[in-house]
């Protein structure tokens, strides 16, 4: 209780806003949007060193050029800043920049300090400012070469082979590395740019272009982008490359290499009924334009759902969209996650739980309930293999945890789906879906915690205590393991299947119907199939099945786990042709884990691959590797 008052007291204090002090941009909307959340004990960010209540980055204006032979970004920041009337200095995230001159808009010299730097885990360094009285203050900074949220690639990792290229990745805690800013997905900023690039590259952000380019005359262009929403720092995004555009629907489009961009627009042809399908089931997009850029196949995840310009891996095509739960996934990361917004990153359920159930629930509308129910079956056995590989007690199988995504997407993905599939299951479809629309629309553009979304199931959709009794939901999302209510998927999802798994177990009989079957199918057959196999029995499944053949890099991906698994020779020059191209995380880490656990025979494999492969991943693909070859980082 005395916690209580406390809390309270600090709530009124800070919310009290209209007495802060602020730089020009700031709007009675954003105003308002001092978060009073974020001054709950749950909502303490551990990963920043800002101190929101005090003096708190409200915009960011950034005037950036992109210098491709140094491998470096830098120019200067400008910040807006809503600050307590006496407050006399902000404090920033910042990772390895190199800040030249702090100033007011006047150009007066402002002072700074970068504090004691924590090299472990990426939180960096605090940037500390005396604001002197300003509230909007310009630093000029250049980002390190090495800055973790870059990625400049060689002519020879694209496509085009032609021209270098670049990407940033700032989910959790990456933009510090360029961007001098509050880094925490509480505090919420509008921005704009203006960037500078060598021409012919063509510049994209997460935010609207505006116009078109402008000629420098010194063979470089400017690019200006505005995102006029506020938005979590980690959703600032940059590429640059040779790429080119085109339209899919009135609101819809895709960027990528001239050589990617038809296969890659055929890929995406569903998204116009995706976004029409979300907008059906949790109302409006609200964010203009919805546009997707396909990058080249070093990017290190699968999808990334920066607004207004979604940041796509190439490996996901597959020539029948049977991937596209990835798009649905992006998309609806648009209601969840980038409009409710986890405050700390272990709530981080709160964006890709959700939104692993909102993908769910666009893949049934726009392809079907079958599809629907074998991918949240695929999942169901997720969840189900990491709980037996670290127990069911393991406190990181809570989906609120003080940690990060070590356990996969297992927990914070699966898991929370799961749980809005069993609320959904108790309550009704009906009531299920205007809870959930509801919670977007009340919480919009606003950090949420796992104690608010509790509170808000609690307050807005559960009736009666009889029913809080049947929903657990405490236990769902405070609790490790899988709680008894959860709403199994449906054993006839994949009859077929299990059952041609059963007699190929018995009998070594390749099934007929593996060509016909669906992704999820394939999938489920060669995750379940005796993982010990001869290399004769590999010879006649890799035969029966085409399975190198496969242009569907998720079954590869299986078939070379497989493969690697059992010491298959034949499929080690492929699995290095797959590694030394792609360089998404999901699929490098766990193949050279594969190769290491395979001692004598794979770790010198391992080896060798990596000193060929290492320069050319991300530094989030590289740090994961480098842990299962126990390389110092
Ligand atoms: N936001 C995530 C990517 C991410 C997660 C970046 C954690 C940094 C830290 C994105 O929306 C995502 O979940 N991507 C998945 C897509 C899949 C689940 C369909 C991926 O990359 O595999
Ligand atoms: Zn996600």
């Not at 006399?88 to 300090?113: H, K, M, Y």
């Not at 997905?185 to 690039?197: D, K, L």
């Not at 016909?516 to 005796?530: C, H, K, M, V, Y």
């Amino acid at each position: 209780m005395r916690r209580f008052a406390a809390t309270l007291a600090l709530l009124l204090a800070t919310s009290a806003c209209t007495t802060m002090e602020q730089g020009p941009t700031v709007t009675s909307a954003q105003q308002a949007m001092v978060s009073p959340i974020l001054t709950s004990p749950e909502a303490q960010d551990d990963l920043t060193y800002a101190q929101p209540e005090v003096a708190r980055v409200t915009h960011v204006e950034l005037d950036l050029d992109l210098d491709f032979d140094a491998k470096r970004v830098g120019g200067t920041a400008t910040l807006d800043i809503l600050a307590e009337p006496g407050a006399d200095q902000i404090v920033l995230d910042s990772n390895g920049l190199e800040i030249a001159r702090v100033t007011d808009i006047a150009g007066n010299e402002l002072p700074f300090t970068i504090g004691a730097m924590v090299e472990d885990g990426g939180k960096g360094a605090p940037l500390t400012i005396a604001l002197n009285g300003a509230r909007t203050i310009r630093i000029q900074y250049l980002a390190p070469t090495d800055a973790t949220a870059l990625q400049w690639l060689s002519p020879e990792q694209t496509a085009g082979g032609e021209y270098p290229y670049l990407f940033s990745q700032g989910q959790a805690i990456l933009n510090r590395t360029w961007i001098p800013t509050q880094d925490s997905p509480g505090i919420r900023q509008t921005w704009e740019a203006r960037i500078t690039a060598p021409k012919p590259l063509d510049v994209v952000m997460s935010g609207v272009r505006q116009g078109e380019p402008e000629d420098l005359g010194n063979g470089r262009r400017a690019f200006r982008f505005i995102m006029d929403k506020p938005v979590p720092p980690y959703l600032i995004a940059i590429a640059a490359g040779d790429i080119d555009f085109r339209a899919i629907g009135p609101r819809s489009g895709v960027w990528a290499e001239p050589s990617v961009l038809d296969e890659a627009w055929r890929e995406v042809g569903d998204t116009e009924e995706m976004i029409e399908a979300a907008e059906e089931l949790y109302g409006e997009y609200r964010w203009g334009r919805y546009d997707m850029i396909v990058l080249p196949p070093a990017f290190p995840y699968g999808g990334m759902e920066n607004p207004v310009m979604t940041f796509l891996t190439p490996t996901f095509i597959a020539g029948d969209r049977s991937n596209n739960g990835l798009i649905a996934h992006e998309l609806a990361h648009s209601w969840s996650g980038n409009l409710v917004t986890n405050a700390v990153w272990g709530d981080s359920w709160l964006n890709e739980g959700v939104t692993t159930y909102f993908e769910n629930r666009i893949v049934e509308a726009v392809y079907g309930e079958k599809r629907a129910e074998q991918e949240a079956a695929l999942m169901f056995a997720n969840i189900q293999e990491t709980l037996a590989e670290v127990g069911r007690d393991a406190p990181g199988t809570a989906l609120s945890t003080d940690g990060g995504y070590e356990l996969g997407s297992a927990i914070a993905y699966d898991k929370g789906a799961f749980f809005l599939m069993t609320v959904e299951s108790i309550v009704g479809r009906e009531r299920f879906d205007a809870w959930l629309r509801q919670w977007f629309d009340n919480h919009a553009f606003q950090p949420a915690t796992s104690e608010m979304f509790y509170e808000d199931m609690m307050a807005n959709l559960v009736r009666n205590e009889a029913e809080a009794q049947r929903l657990s939901l405490r236990e769902w999302i405070f609790e490790p393991g899988l709680p008894a209510n959860v709403a199994r998927p449906d054993p006839a999802a994949f009859a077929e299947v299990d059952a041609a798994v059963n007699t190929y177990a018995r009998t070594g009989a390749i099934p007929s119907a593996y060509e016909g079957w669906t992704s999820a199918e394939r999938q489920r057959f060669l995750d379940n199939i005796p993982k010990d196999r001869s290399a004769a029995q590999l010879a006649a499944l890799d035969e029966g099945l085409g399975l190198s053949e496969t242009g569907n890099n998720e079954e590869l991906f299986l078939w070379l786990e497989l493969a690697l698994a059992n010491r298959y020779q034949p499929a080690v020059a492929q699995a290095e042709t797959f590694l030394g191209e792609v360089g998404r995380a999901k699929f490098v880490r766990p193949l050279f884990q594969t190769l290491w656990n395979e001692g004598a025979w794979g770790q010198p494999i391992a080896r060798r691959i990596y000193a060929d492969t290492r320069d050319t991943y991300h530094a989030v693909t590289r740090s994961g590797v480098d842990r299962v070859l126990g390389i110092e980082g």
